[in-house]
């Protein structure tokens, strides 16, 4: 629950932060304020495909229901994550470079095929059964995760960039006011994704014990 | 004891294969008829597809790599030799490494006709002068295709609608080596060569192989942990 406000608190804050506080960007205007959760939900969803990656070495090792619960959920939410990081990103480059999808654009390719890969997580599941499903799931999350850099770096080889590069290893290319709001966006998107967590967990932990207490019942 | 357990594996799958003659044949006929539907898919009749070899080269072999890796477990599991080599005291990673090598050794077998071909087909311009990088970028995504397909068939294996679920789970873990692999192709067919640029995608092919089989090592016990 803590989360669940602590997320709801930032959400709001970093929404009116970023919409009303943070400075325009002079060249790009106001479409340029889509990066504060373009960029937030990017970092997000990659943290939540990481969790899920840990749940399932942790799943393979100790074979506890409660870690494929976070691989599965953890996925969920960052696959739907994955999924507005290419919506936005594909809006933003019809705002900058007027059209809806860019092939030489690196990051958004990318994201559509981390979406690609995640997307396979959800047939791989429904096509098998109890323990194997568990197993299965656990270790396709750990490969998919070994996948995203190599999507990102397949992509990158040609070096034919026209995104903007925010984050170099200069440090980063905005004045601190932007970046202060970047810092609150990107903590509301990391805050959301653990509420968003917990909500799922605890409503698999609900059903089954919705689910006993229906056995129980049959049985009295 | 485990090199003779790998050999024999191996040879099992060869074997097979020589008898039966099903999947190399298949897999050969299909990359050309691919090759073929790539071209009329174009919609034009041009003589010099230079500019898109790397593409055609590499989807083609991508698409013959889902077949032959859909094939290699048939035999084992339709005639009931998976369950003795899993109650057999071979590790899974002999298992893992002797599928790996009998996926390679399928598509080195389909390049040999495909590489050459593709030059025949749709290169007007300087090819067999690059054949050689072609054909080593080739082996480097031979490992990568070799390494992830084990693993993703292994995982299809035992699924309901397992021809479904092997490409929809292998399909995208390979972009990366279609990118890579047409990279190189084209960096170095056709033209000047771009050396720099082929080099660039023949490591990411290394490192893809490299982090592959760590991955599959790591978790291809629990595949047939039943």
Redesign the interface.
Known sequence: MIWGVLATILVVVSTIGVFLVAPEDADQGIIQRIFYFHVAIAIASLVAFAVACVAGILFLRTRKERWDDVGEASIRIGLLFAVLVVITGSIWAKASWGTWWVWSDPRLVTYLIVVLIYAAYFVLRSSAEDDRKMRYSAIYAIAGFASVPLSFYSVRVAESFVHPVVFTSGGAAMPSSMLWWFVVSQVAMIALFIALLEVDLLGRRSERALRRLAMRLESA | MRRRQLIALVRKDLRLELRTRETIVAMVLFAIVMLAILQFGFGTRDDDLTRFVGGLMWVTLAFTAVLGVGRSYVAEREQRVLDGLLVAPVPRTVMLAAKSIAIFLYMTAVEIVVIPLVGIFFVKGPYWDSIGWIAIAAVLANICIAL?GT??SG??L?????DL?LP??F???L??VV??GA?ATHAVAGGPHDMG?WR??CL?LL??AI??A??SV??YD??F??
């Open positions: 992830s693993l993703f995982l299809a035992f699924t309901r609608a397992r679920i929809v789970l399909l995208p873990a972009v990366p990118i890579a990279g640029e660039g995608y990411f490192a893809y982090l592959f760590l991955v790591a978790t629990a595949v942990d039943d």
